[in-house]
T-cell receptor, first 115, second 117 residues
């Protein structure tokens, strides 16, 4: 069975600093994507970044980047130059089955950016 | 980007009544729609997968007769919580996908907060 684990329930970071959120997963599939979603206080789910397992290069979207270690099944999210608007709950997600958009979410990490 | 709209955003209903939540893809035809449930400060748990014109596929442990899903068109899926009880109070979120394939992006509605009193 596919599982996604986030071991950091809560984290905090000072504004303008860098923070890394951890995620590990388990799967027997070889070709897949991994996602990080953000859920701010409005509770709207927002896609932050995604990584294709076949790509060795880590994905980057502006201040957000990932450290993807396929062999270790690790997929961490790094937020650089943290901003107050980054305060949210962050979920790592893995497709429950290929080709459908169904997602299995980790437990989530609540990130507080402090001024 | 693709927009998914849920209605209502919040609803309060009396115990024993039924409530319907709508999920619409506004600017695309959704291949598949999904319904999730989220308790406060917890993760999203998939309830069911919905395809237009066919019966929904429910996850293990989700009562089919309690949570009725109708996917009448490529842009509309509805979740009806029947004979609601206080323990059904939760945040319900739908998502929709455009197309299929590895890496298919899911677009989320804004969620519906259900309170059963």
């Amino acid at each position: 069975a596919q599982t996604v684990t986030q071991s950091q329930p809560e984290m905090s970071v000072q504004e303008a600093e860098t923070v890394t959120l951890s995620c590990t997963y388990d799967t027997s599939e070889n070709n897949y994507y991994l996602f990080w979603y953000k859920q701010p206080p409005s509770r709207q789910m927002i896609l932050v970044i995604r990584q294709e397992a076949y790509k060795q290069q880590n994905a980057t979207e502006n201040r957000f980047s990932v450290n993807f270690q396929k062999a270790a099944k690790s997929f961490s999210l790094k937020i650089s130059d943290s901003q107050l608007g980054d305060t949210a709950m962050y979920f790592c997600a893995f497709p429950g089955s290929s080709n459908t958009g169904k997602l299995i979410f980790g437990q989530g990490t609540t990130l507080q950016v402090k001024p | 980007g693709a927009v998914v709209s849920q209605h209502p955003s919040w609803v309060i209903c009396k115990s024993g009544t039924s409530v319907k939540i709508e999920c619409r893809s506004l600017d695309f035809q959704a291949t598949t729609m999904f319904w999730y449930r989220q308790f406060p400060k917890q993760s999203l748990m998939l309830m069911a997968t919905s395809n237009e014109g066919s019966k929904a596929t429910y996850e293990q442990g989700v009562e089919k007769d309690k949570f009725l899903i109708n996917h009448a068109s490529l842009t509309l899926s509805t979740l009806t919580v029947t004979s609601a009880h206080p323990e059904d109070s939760s945040f319900y979120i739908c998502s929709a996908t455009l197309g299929t394939g590895v890496g298919t992006e899911a677009f989320f509605g804004q969620g519906t907060r259900l309170t059963v009193v």
